[in-house]
């Protein structure tokens, strides 16, 4: 069984930086991608950032590059999401996610707020 656990979310000031941590369990994640996705209050979730844990290769949300970078620690089977220069409109739950190559998004952690304030 996957387990996906997220934290590192809370209450930042605009400007300031966060970085999000995912914790992967249950699973040889090598044929894995990893992902980050974000739902604002009153909206869909939205995609932010994958990964895979084989090749380290990511991609972003268009509207989102510059300020969102994802990465992995393989030996800690462990994805992370720095946010710099957050934005009141930053202001979601994050959610963790994993899919095997080609699959859907799966597998989901139970997601961490993260609260700008202006």
């Known amino acids: 069984q996957v387990q996906l656990v997220e934290s590192g979310g809370g209450l930042v000031q605009a400007g300031g930086s966060l970085r999000l941590s995912c914790v992967a369990a249950?699973?040889?994640?090598?044929?894995?991608?990893m992902g980050w996705f974000r739902q604002a209050p009153g909206k869909e979730r939205d995609f932010v950032a994958r990964?895979?844990?084989?090749?380290?290769?990511?991609y972003y949300a268009d509207s989102l590059k510059g300020r969102f970078t994802i990465s992995r620690d393989n030996a800690k089977n462990t994805v992370y999401l720095q946010i710099d220069s957050l934005k009141s409109e930053d202001t979601a739950v994050y959610f963790c996610?994993?899919?095997?190559?080609?699959?859907?998004?799966?597998?989901w952690g139970q997601g961490t707020q993260v609260t700008v304030s202006s």
């Open positions: 996610a994993a899919r095997q190559y080609g699959r859907t998004w799966d597998y």
């Open positions: 249950g699973r040889t994640f090598s044929r894995y991608t």
């Open positions: 990964i895979n844990w084989s090749d380290g290769n990511t």
